[in-house]
């Protein structure tokens, strides 16, 4: 029996039915009312319902053109004989949404699960682009696990600024060139359009894109899907594939959980440090493997990664853009390139194996993608630290860091919070040089709910002054993916649950080592423990709504930021009715 054959156990019953083909009463309330659409009976006669989950939002620009993706999925739908619904769920525009999209993510989820479960739906499309809104559509149907498949939105078209290709990772330097004073609020301003010229999410290897590569190495979209633009043609054959695929996976009856194996997340880690992809991956991947019930640890972040160098030249970790990806071979020209180090027989959910996925893809410039034995850069992926200062852990991203700085000892700068942070960076006695490590507290995932993401915070402006571009900066926050610098993130426990980075004081020794993965406050024992005792106890201000019940439930960065009673599934089974 072949691969593809081994998922074609054919259902008896649409889930659907339990809605579309009851008699009397509760069956004229189920179809009455869908009528008023303008639908013919036999839409309700045993044909899969395929919800296409939609996060169109205006407040979403990256996904501002998900209306349009939609109705090509709704052709494939229905050409393959399938019942298209189409239905919101609340969208997270990264750039708009305060404090953070990350403190929704989890409430998204929770949306997306209860809207699939509660409804007359055998399959769904998640149609996913800026970064939150995959992991958190990801999420919510693996806890409802039935058939389901990701169409990415695609990134924008590369950024053209005074005859230079720019992208989000050029925010991060006009800051400090803002800041330092070498560049124009006027030159800020006219490089905004100039940045953003099409449809699409963030066109670096930023979270967004690590996640569209994310569900395509795991196997949950349409192999190529990681990479076509947005403005691609293309994009919308793929939706369209995915929309009549859909169909497919509902008489087959394969599920997430048919995909989502142990070997597809390994397989995910590595394509992730290949490509230099996000920090954000490491806290979505452990939260997606929780809701499926695959045990998936930090430390495999680490070791897995350990052996994959860097092939894929992409801002933040090098030069290229999303755009350039594409045309260079995309996702399954760097799969093809790892093969020795997949699973390639994990399923995907096309129906075909990971080989027989890729068994095609070729690299057309070596500038973009390289080879393994001649990569871009030996150092990838997600090193995890350990030491007295993140007893279960911290992560940093080597190839966006300094090679200098990979091994220092410097005196910490402490500040106690985001707003000390902002108060004091510019100080002129503020007791900083090249050599200082900058400590911020206070920013993990209770503390400053949703973790904000200012773990790379910018440089006093006495140092870019004298051309320093790089120190040493630790945080129990997350940084954009787009981001760069020796940046130390999610520091477990956070300063807030009694974590070691809530006693650092001024002038206190930091040694970073990242060959050894140490991470050490040189402080002895007994002078910790004293100052520990001396710690006042976090307290929850938040006494209503959303966010409170966030900081009571969250867990630590290590363990995927998700709240502690989402974690696993419920099934989808349908719950009696009311009528
Ligand atoms: Fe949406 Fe960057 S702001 S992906």
Redesign the pocket.
Known sequence: MSETKKYLKMKKEFRSQQWFGLTGKDGFIHRAWMKNQGLPDDEFRGKPVIGICNTWSELTP?NAHFRELAESVKWGILEAGGFPVEFPVMSL???LIKPTAMLYRNLVSMDVEESIRANPIDGVVLLC???KTTPSLVMGACSMDIPSIVVSGGAMVTGKYKGKDIG?SDIWRFADELHSGTMTEEALNLAEPCMCRSRG??AVM???SSMACMVEAVGISHSGNAAIPAADSRRKVLAQLSGSRIVEMVNEDMKLSDVLTREAFENAIKVNAAIGGSTNFVIHLLAIAGRIGIRLDLDDFDRLSASIPLIANLQPSGKYFKEDFYYAGGLPAVMQELTAHLHPSCMMVNGKTIIENISNAEIWNREVIATVDEPFNPQSGIVVLKGNLCEDGAIMKPSAASVQLMQHTGKAVVFENIEDYKNRIDAPDLPVDENSILVLKNVGPKSYPGMPEVGNMGLPKKLLNKGITDLIRISDDRMSGTGFGTVVLHVSPEAAKGGTPAVVKDGDLIKLDVASRSLQLLVDDEELQKRKENLQPFINEYKRGYVSLFIDHVEQAHLGVDLDFLKGGSGNKVSLDSH
């Open positions: 990256c525009g990264e750039g682009g800026c970064d989000t999410h963030c930023g979270t967004a």
